[in-house]
Each structure stands twice: as structure tokens, then as C-alpha cells.
């Protein structure tokens, strides 16, 4: 089996980025969640250590870790040793977005693949901006993350 990079901002982590993150520990030998430090076009909820650690308390396999990150992930990828960069896919406009980035990424790193996984149903429409937006708005969003984010999240606003 192969090592996995799995980058993202994640902020905040929710039920759909977990379930890529635990179905693939039971793909690879090893996933290594990339939490990336610097988001310029975001507007960050959580600092990157906050983010990191929301992650890890997020997760039970004992072969996925969560680290920060800065560069160019397929750079990272190839750095941990990881055979592949993993991104999880929603239904319609991630397929465009995740395409794009994949050729580009192997235009920069040949060596490195992308491997999608596509969300579980459930999790499809979640997406960790309109999680911000609908809390911040006094919805529930205790079924789209853990409780432990949920609160943290709360906590913020």
C-alpha cells in the first residue's frame, strides 16, 4: 500500500473531510492530513495549530496523522514520502475545481498522483464556509461536525 498527502485549510474540519480522512486509513498504510498554514483568499476562523488540533481530536486511526503545512503540496507530498495526494469530491463544482488543481499538480511533480475520493451522500452539501455562515446565523450545525468543533466554533462567534 502507499503513503497519502491529504491538504487542505480546514477551517474547520467537518464530518465530510473526516470521513474521506478515515476511509482512506483503510486504503493506505498512511494518511497525512496537511493542515496548510497560510490561506490567502480565506478568511480564517481558526489559527493553524487550532486547526490542527481540532483535526486530530477528530480522528481515531491510528495511521493518520495531522501536520501543518506551507509550499506546494505536491512539494510536500513528495517530502513525507507520499505516493499520492488525496482530495475528497462533492457532487457538481468540486469536480472542476479538483481537476484542474490535479493537472496541474502533476504537471509540477509527475511522480506524485491524485487519488478522489467522493464524499459520502450524506456529507455532500457540507462545506466548511457555510458551516461559519449558519452558525454565525444561529443555526445547529451539530450533525455537520463533531462536538468538540462545534463548540469551538461557538466559542468564536
Known sequence: ?????????????????????????????????G?????????????TDERVDLFKKSLSAPNVRVVPFTGLAPNVAKEFGASVILRGLRA???FEQEFEMALMWRN?????????????????????SRIKEVAMLGASISDLVPPHIATAIQERI
Request: proline share 6%; hydrophobic share 45%.
Open 108 to 128: 509540477l511533480v509527475p511522480e506524485i498522483d491524485v487519488v478522489c475520493m467522493m464524499t459520502a451522500l450524506k456529507h455532500q452539501f457540507i462545506y466548511s
Open 92 to 94: 457538481g463544482f468540486d
Open 35 to 47: 493542515v496548510y498554514e497560510a490561506t490567502p483568499n480565506k478568511k480564517l476562523m481558526f489559527t
Open 1 to 33: 500500500m502507499a503513503k497519502a498527502f491529504y491538504p487542505g485549510s480546514f477551517d474547520p474540519a467537518h464530518n465530510g473531510h473526516i470521513d474521506v480522512a478515515s476511509r482512506a486509513s483503510e486504503l493506505f498504510d498512511e494518511v497525512i492530513v
